[in-house]
T-cell receptor, first 114, second 118 residues
Framework: DGGITQSPKYLFRKEGQNVTLSCEQN?????MYWYRQDPGQGLRLIYY???????QKGDIAEGYSVSREKKESFPLTVTSAQKNPTAFYLC?????????????FGDGTRLSIL | AQSVTQLDSQVPVFEEAPVELRCNYS??????LFWYVQYPNQGLQLLLK??????LVKGINGFEAEFNKSQTSFHLRKPSVHISDTAEYFC????????????????FGTGTRLLVSP
């Protein structure tokens, strides 16, 4: 079955450390997204990518970085500059140019500070 | 810019009772509307969507929603809930014009936690 795989499910970060969250999809979708979820705040867009080798900042990009070297993969790095990284991170994908199509989501990565 | 308001952060209800989760949106252009469900420590799963046509939309698990353009609302309903419906529900909106740019920006509400008790 096609879907989105996020790993790891749980991740712990030490002070001053960068960590990378993995997101892989086999849906052949062009566009991929990273969201941050905090209790009571819904989902906020961190970064998105419409095609390979191109990505754009979302609403809360500070302290995060991404790459899109392959269509299937869109890893997110939480850098040491992100002072409050504890959250649930969700990756999503959809077809390019399809604002009327739903986004498909992975099962998320929960990041905590040690 | 569009926005979504979910007025209730938590809705407690007894099993087999009806439920309505409220969603209002704000946008200056035509929109597409979605309801997602999230079970603990999982991603979001699509319940239903409104794109055009009939304003009453039926989704999975017995849920339905009605689009009301004049009231800019898209409330989610279920006539009889089960314990297994306990989850968080998110309303989301996407603006129609974004299809011209190829980028779909989904704006989410803050979620409503549905708590079903026996």
């Amino acid at each position: 079955d096609g879907g989105i795989t996020q790993s790891p499910k749980y991740l712990f970060r030490k002070e001053g450390q960068n960590v990378t969250l993995s997101c892989e999809q086999n849906l052949n979708h062009d566009a991929m997204y990273w969201y941050r979820q905090d209790p009571g705040q819904g989902l906020r867009l961190i970064y998105y990518s419409q095609i390979v080798n191109d990505f754009q900042k979302g609403d809360i990009a500070e302290g995060y970085s991404v790459s899109r070297e392959k269509k299937e993969s869109f890893p997110l790095t939480v850098t040491s500059a992100q002072k409050n990284p504890t959250a649930f991170y969700l990756c999503a994908s959809t077809n390019y140019g399809s604002s009327n199509q739903p986004q498909h989501f992975g099962d998320g990565t929960r990041l905590s500070i040690l | 810019a569009q926005s979504v308001t979910q007025l209730d952060s938590q809705v407690p209800v007894f099993e087999e009772a009806p439920v309505e989760l409220r969603c209002n949106y704000s946008s200056s252009v035509s929109v597409y509307l979605f309801w997602y469900v999230q079970y603990p420590n999982q991603g979001l799963q699509l319940l239903l969507k409104y794109l055009s046509g009939s304003t009453l939309v039926k989704g999975i698990n017995g849920f339905e929603a009605e689009f009301n353009k004049s009231q800019t609302s898209f409330h989610l309903r279920k006539p009889s809930v089960h314990i297994s419906d306990t989850a968080e529900y998110f309303c989301a909106v996407s603006e129609e014009h974004s299809k011209n740019t190829g980028f779909q920006k989904l704006v989410f509400g803050t979620g409503t936690r549905l708590l079903v008790s026996p």
